[in-house]
């Protein structure tokens, strides 16, 4: 089993920045497909950005241009940059993993985008 563990999220006025980290349990060298959902309270929760073993990326269309995600296979950590955040990105941010056919979720972190 994969552990995920989310940090970084907080309260920020809009057009500010924040960074969240993802540390795994396990060497991210054997996980497929890591990545970034995030859910707001009443709403489904939503894509963000994956990321792949290789390092290509996919982006919501909400997030690009916006928000980086990256990652560091020494640390077993991901990372999402986030810029220019909005009202709208206020949302609990989870961590997700894909190996072995099977998906994995840390338990979130809160980002809230108000004035």
């Known amino acids: 089993q994969v552990q995920l563990v989310e940090s970084g999220g907080g309260l920020v006025q809009p057009g500010g920045s924040l960074r969240l980290s993802c540390a795994a349990s396990e060497n991210i060298l054997s996980i497929n497909v890591m990545g970034w959902y995030r859910q707001a309270p009443g709403k489904q929760r939503e894509l963000v950005a994956t990321?792949?073993?290789?390092?290509?990326?996919n982006y919501a269309d909400s997030a690009k241009g916006r928000f980086t995600v990256s990652r560091d296979n020494s640390k077993n950590a991901m990372y999402l940059q986030m810029y220019g955040l909005k009202p709208e990105d206020t949302a609990v941010y989870y961590c997700y993993a894909y190996r072995w056919g099977n998906n994995y979720w840390g338990q979130g972190t809160q980002v809230t985008v108000s004035s």
């Open positions: 990321i792949s073993r290789d390092g290509y990326t």
